[in-house]
């Protein structure tokens, strides 16, 4: 229980498409899960204008997957929840709204396209129901930009302070509810650097050979980054959930094929930047190893 609050501990994320709870939080919800902390997935989209990748389906399998697909990655979806040990998985119920420039960015059903005042109201809806003290979303920019990444932000950072505002949707007929934290999933990009020169020295394939990816600004400075969690314990779970979205992450994939001790020091921190609390500061200077500190 929230010695603050007086209800279960709660931790929400809230993620454009079906695969992005593994990258950023997979871990952080197999080790709070498993902790007994209540987990709750909030995933906006079900990824329908993406590529398939699984190499069990020839070219005509996937065209006939193609108009079925959001239905195909809501099942892999399920199968990575079970996986994480996902208390509560809620659907915001947009569409993937595809790239910059395509035209599935321009269809008025895409989240990027929504009416905001009706995304936001959704997601004050949940996290009204669900209770969470803990929330967390993606940086301004997304990771890498992409239109889903950016809403989920702007949704994200606007529900988070309208939950707690009685005067704001009074017709959801809910109780406000006040989030103790909000937290942005980040990557580190000192850690970035070091992998990234560690897998080519070994000859492994990834995206630090993509001639385009500048490694002096992907991710983000150590300075800005307020808090490290420990989750080796759990990059089985994190690797069962990738395993999940076949239709998103081949097989071939550089995290399945990475050797087993440099795949748990890789994938086993997750990064956050504080965004907001209303918790009194930490004073020691010293980077926090909980998401939940000063809640329990």
């Keep these: 229980m929230s010695s603050l609050q007086n209800e279960p501990l709660t931790f929400m994320a809230v993620h454009a498409h079906p695969d992005d709870e593994v990258f950023g939080t997979g871990g952080t919800f197999a080790r709070l899960s498993a902790e007994g902390v209540r987990t709750v997935l909030v995933t906006s989209t079900l990824g329908e204008n993406g590529e398939i990748v699984d190499p069990a389906l020839d070219e005509a399998a996937k065209q006939g997957m193609f108009p079925r697909l959001g239905e195909v990655r809501e099942q892999e979806l399920a199968g990575s929840v079970a ?4 208390s509560d998985l809620r659907l915001l119920g947009f569409r993937d ?7 599935e960015n321009d269809d008025p059903r895409s989240y990027y396209r929504a009416t905001f005042d009706e995304a936001v109201k959704r997601l004050v809806k949940i996290i009204r129901e669900v209770k969470p ?3 967390v979303t993606y940086e301004p920019f997304g990771g890498y930009g992409h239109p889903d990444h950016v809403q989920a ?7 988070y302070d309208a939950a707690g505002d009685a005067r704001m949707y009074p017709d959801l007929g809910l109780e406000a509810w006040e989030p103790s934290k ?9 850690f970035f650097q070091r992998a990234a020169a560690e897998m080519r020295a070994r000859g492994i394939d ?3 050979n993509n001639p385009e990816m500048d490694t002096d600004v992907w991710g983000v400075s150590d300075d800005k980054i307020t808090t490290v969690f420990d989750v080796r314990d759990y990059v089985p779970q994190k690797m069962a959930a990738f395993a999940a979205h076949k239709t998103q992450i081949a097989p071939n994939n550089f ?3 990475l050797p087993e001790e440099t795949r748990r020091e890789g994938l086993g921190y997750e990064y956050f930047m504080l965004a907001h609390s209303n918790l009194p500061a930490a004073t020691s ?10 809640l329990r």
């Design 83 to 86: 996986a994480l040990g996902v």
């Design 285 to 294: 200077g010293e980077k926090e190893q909980d998401l939940f500190a000063g």
């Design 97 to 103: 709204s595809g790239m910059v420039g395509t035209p």
């Design 153 to 159: 932000h702007r949704v994200t950072r606007v529900a």
């Design 255 to 257: 995290m399945f094929i």
């Design 206 to 208: 990834g995206p630090w």
């Design 133 to 135: 003290q803990v929330v």
């Design 182 to 190: 909000l937290y942005y999933t980040v990557i580190s990009r000192s």
